[in-house]
């Protein structure tokens, strides 16, 4: 008899959003003025001090800022910018400020002109690929953090970040890369740990894919995803026990249908029927529509039908019921399907 279903594929940890500004670079003081000369000294003293009242926008914005005043901060900016929109450090903290807003459409602008402007600048180009990687725009994102990473390899944000859009491409070949360096430049990264464990879960590598989760676990604060990945890892090398008590953790956290669809496959696989029943029933109470509860209920009350010798009846019909539900919701389900047309037959 098929398997109730299949685990599910890691989530991936959710990824810590920050970002380092560039300094203000400070102009230097002392020139003297002169009274309408126009020689090449006296233009290039104007430049300067204009340059100067650019920054100093820039300074006064970020005094602006951590006094909590954002709109005070982004007019600075503004007029920052209108006298010089090559300046790049003003587009960067305009950047930040509508991130951190929520505004991450403004702020990819934002970022993207300083990238533009400053090609080798290493906080232009992560915090545009962090904030493109936010609004979903995973493929910009890749690109965007590769030209980071040229500039700085070894940096744990970035090759974590990349790592992470790639397993959302679901290419954890690709990710495995940076996944692995982001852990060596910050081994006390919890979530960089949780994001190498889940690449090692998708390239079948258990053993190690737990180690990182328990690695994860002590170095970061424990979530429901974190718990999910950890326990179908050790349900791929038979640990139900380990899975069990695991899941019971995530539930602890919080009740979902997939951590209690999960614990109906852990006692499924145990051989404990009834509870196996009762868990995904609870998923099903949760989600209506999560069909690998549907199938794993289904294939219990098969079981219990062929272990009665067939006779009740009951179990058979509402267990195809929920298998046809299962498959109206995802269709692309070969091994129920023929579960079905087996069944239906009696």
Request: aromatic fraction near 6%; hydrophobic fraction near 40%; proline fraction near 3%.
């Amino acid at each position: 008899m098929s398997e109730p279903t299949q685990p599910s594929k890691p989530k991936i940890a959710s990824l810590l959003r920050g970002a380092l500004l560039a300094s203000v670079i400070a102009a230097a003081g002392g020139c003297t003025w002169g009274t309408g000369d126009s020689s090449a000294q006296t233009r290039a003293e104007r430049r300067d001090a204009e340059q100067f009242r650019e920054t100093d926008a820039v300074s006064d914005a970020q005094r602006a800022r951590d006094a909590g005043d954002d709109e005070t901060a982004l007019a600075l900016l503004e007029q920052a910018i209108a006298r010089n929109p090559e300046l790049t450090v003003a587009h960067l903290e305009m950047g930040d400020i509508l991130r951190d807003r929520g505004d991450l459409v403004s702020a990819e602008r934002s970022f993207g002109r300083a990238a533009n402007l400053e090609p080798r600048n290493f906080d232009a180009q992560f915090n545009h690929a962090d904030v493109l990687h936010a609004l979903g725009r995973v493929v910009d994102a890749i690109r965007v953090y590769l030209r980071a990473l040229a500039i700085r390899p070894n940096d744990a944000e970035a090759n974590r970040g990349l790592a992470a859009a790639y397993l959302e491409q679901d290419r954890p070949d690709w990710a495995l890369p940076y996944a692995e360096a982001a852990v060596r430049a910050a081994p006390q990264d919890g979530t960089a740990r949780a994001n190498l464990g889940a690449t090692y879960s998708l390239l079948d590598r258990h053993e190690e894919a737990i180690q990182e989760y328990e690695t994860a676990a002590e170095l970061m604060e424990l979530t429901p995803d974190l718990l999910l990945n950890w326990a179908n890892s050790l349900g791929s090398i038979e640990r139900y026990t380990e899975m069990i008590n695991t899941l019971d953790a995530a539930i602890a956290i919080e009740a979902n249908a997939t951590a209690y669809e999960r614990l109906g496959f852990a006692y499924f696989k145990l051989r404990r029927y009834d509870r196996a029943t009762e868990m995904f029933r609870s998923a099903l109470d949760l989600d209506q529509r999560h069909y690998p509860a549907l199938n794993g209920l289904g294939v219990v009350l098969l079981n219990d039908y062929v272990q009665g010798g067939r006779r009740d009846d009951a179990l058979r019909i509402e267990a195809l019921s929920l298998l046809r539900r299962s498959l109206r919701i995802n269709s692309n389900q070969p091994a129920f399907v023929q579960l079905v047309s087996t069944y239906e037959r009696g």
